[in-house]
């Protein structure tokens, strides 16, 4: 499940000059733009957006921008030099000024609408019009597209200044929450999980705005006093981002025709959706119908492989609305998410989230957003009752598929050939009952353990303090899975040689299933907190053991990141969970 990074030799793209050749703005060159939109993107005040794809937007450059960290790994993958992330003009341009970007860049760029639904529940009271007409990217503005390597990207500027869409807010990112999506995104992708990714982070050193956050060791479940942070701008990349909400709008304006071209806008979007993220499995040629059910298909086949991930290396999204759901299949959106440290079904960073957005009700959610994402395109099927029926059949076998992917994820988090329901039921009921942290106990059993000794790194409770004939408990799950194991052994073989499977290679596979380190938020905390002061040298120290999060790195990173989390951390705002992120 790690991505094999292909390395150049040199850079193809050593300058902005050079990126620039790539620029293909496909978004703004074939969908509808806003006809009430401002042309030169000076268009910053909340309003209705009626009709059309997108607003042209001018991004708001933050103040004495400063290099804070870029991804090396996107700029090895993209061809890109490590010099250009500090170039005088990457810099400006990925800080927000891109008004001298060189041809055939353009001086504008865009923001989108889209809805909300909330777990399956249409909302349009949060709106500040009531109507719906007023979200969308209230900070995001996208500045660039561009093939490269033959793959299109889109790059976006999370903290860009203000849109139509921004209803009130002042259409900043502050560092503390750009340094959490910055690191987590990269880190997410070397855990082999679909996701957005992260280009480059600028602070400014002068331009400030207020935020509510907790004070130090508050218990309080929402922030407690306002606080100064300084804006930073991160640039985050992805071949799309057309998200389920987005789509929702348009097909809500063609169930209602609130417009005259409601129903081709949303057919447009759609075909948009699938030359960006699904061009490789969906023929062009089909019609209109035939492509949406593929579409639907396809997308639920990524869905539930994407939250199966999700669980599968600890992973909460904290707010996973249909608005906060990439209709390419990757994750978006890194706001109150959080990585468990003790394993809790009910785990939920957000304390606005709800448990139906809690860890493992993330297969529920998903499948509520699939519902909407149906739902959104099935105007397009209304002449067509039979394609509707396919459709809804999707629809009512997205439980049955989400089922057989977190079947199959956990059987190679236990590296086991199937899963078998008992073993894991009792696994799970001991998991809550001792408690253990989720990342190190499965990296502790996939060095095969002989007994439970080893396993009791990750217990935040002794065995002997812990419920009567918890540890006999414990030792008889063992032994179970042990003996499953070693029938595994015999069940798999190897595709090269034909032979059965060693334990050695059974843990290797699971130590490629199973990471050793994860990126907990009470280490974020002191990088972030470092960061404001400066000091960029933690958040660089964590770019480079989270984006090796498979590997067995030095004993001095393994003391420092592969551990419990201290109990003076538990229950404080901001360490073990938060309101907002922004």
């Keep these: 499940m790690i991505n094999q990074l292909s390395q150049e030799t040199s850079p193809t793209v050593a300058t902005l000059d050079d990126l620039a050749k790539l620029a293909n703005y496909s978004l703004m060159d074939t969908l509808n733009g806003d006809p009430d939109a401002k042309q030169n993107g000076i268009d910053y005040a909340p309003r209705q957006v009626f009709t059309g794809h997108y607003v042209p937007v001018k991004p708001t450059p933050i103040e004495d921008p400063e290099y804070v960290a870029h991804s090396k790994t996107f700029f090895s993958e993209l061809g890109f030099a490590d010099s250009m992330a500090q170039s005088a003009d990457f810099v400006r341009m990925f800080s927000g000024d891109i008004s001298q970007v060189p041809e055939p860049m353009r001086k504008v760029g865009w923001a989108c609408g889209y809805a909300l639904s909330i777990f399956g529940t249409e909302y349009t009271q949060q709106c500040p019009f009531g109507t719906g007409n007023g979200y969308g990217d209230g900070r995001a503005v996208s500045v660039l597209e561009a093939v490269i390597k033959g793959q299109r990207w889109e790059m976006q500027l999370k903290g860009g200044g203000r849109t139509p869409y921004c209803r009130g ?78 789509l929702e709008l348009f097909g809500r304006r063609a169930r209602k025709q609130e417009h005259p071209k409601a129903l081709e806008e949303l057919e447009q979007l759609m075909l948009h959706l699938v030359e960006r993220e699904y061009a490789d499995v969906i023929d062009q040629q089909l019609t209109s119908a035939e492509t949406v059910l593929l579409l639907a298909r396809e997308f639920r086949s990524r869905l539930t492989s994407l939250v199966a991930n999700w669980i599968r290396v600890g992973y909460c999204q904290g707010n996973f609305n249909s608005d906060n759901c990439a209709a390419g299949g990757f994750t978006l959106d890194y706001g109150p998410f959080g990585f468990c440290d003790v394993f809790n079904p009910q785990y939920q960073p957000w304390t606005g989230g709800g448990q139906h957005f809690a860890f493992l009700n993330q297969p529920v959610a998903a499948e509520r957003n699939f519902l909407m994402f149906c739902t959104a395109l099935s105007p397009l099927l209304a002449s067509k009752p039979d394609d509707l029926e396919q459709l809804q059949q999707l629809v009512n076998g997205f439980s049955t598929e989400m089922q057989a992917q977190m079947e ?90 034909g032979q059965p499977h060693t334990r050695e290679e059974i843990a290797r596979q699971m130590k490629l299933v199973n990471p050793k380190y994860s990126l907990r938020e009470w280490l974020l905390v002191p990088a972030y907190i470092q960061a404001s002061e400066g000091d960029y040298s933690l958040v660089r120290e964590l770019q480079a053991v989270m984006t090796q999060p498979y590997a067995e790195q030095s004993q001095e990173v393994e003391d420092k990141y592969y551990r419990l989390k201290a109990s003076e951390f538990f229950a404080v705002g901001g360490l073990s969970y938060l309101s907002c992120s922004s």
């Design 169 to 246: 807010a002042d259409g900043r990112a502050v560092l503390r929450s750009s340094v959490r999506e910055f690191l987590a995104q990269e880190h997410m992708h070397a855990l082999g999980v679909p996701t957005s990714r992260s280009l480059s982070l600028y602070v400014s050193k002068t331009e400030t705005v207020k935020r509510p956050w907790y004070s130090q060791g508050s218990h309080s479940p929402d922030p407690d006093r306002l606080i100064t942070e300084a804006v930073a701008i991160s640039t985050r990349v992805a071949p799309s981002f057309i998200r389920v909400g987005q």
């Design 408 to 497: 199959q994820m956990w059987a190679a988090k236990l590296g086991l050939s199937t899963f078998h329901p008992a073993l894991f039921n009792e696994l799970e009921t001991l998991m809550v009952q001792t408690p253990v942290d989720y990342t190190i106990f499965f990296r502790e059993l996939s060095a095969l353990p002989s007994d439970i000794e080893p396993l009791k790194k990750s217990f935040y409770q002794d065995l002997q303090r812990a419920p009567e004939g918890l540890d006999l408990r414990w030792s008889a799950w063992l032994t179970q899975w042990q003996s499953l194991v070693g029938s595994s052994t015999e069940a798999k073989t190897d595709a090269k040689t």
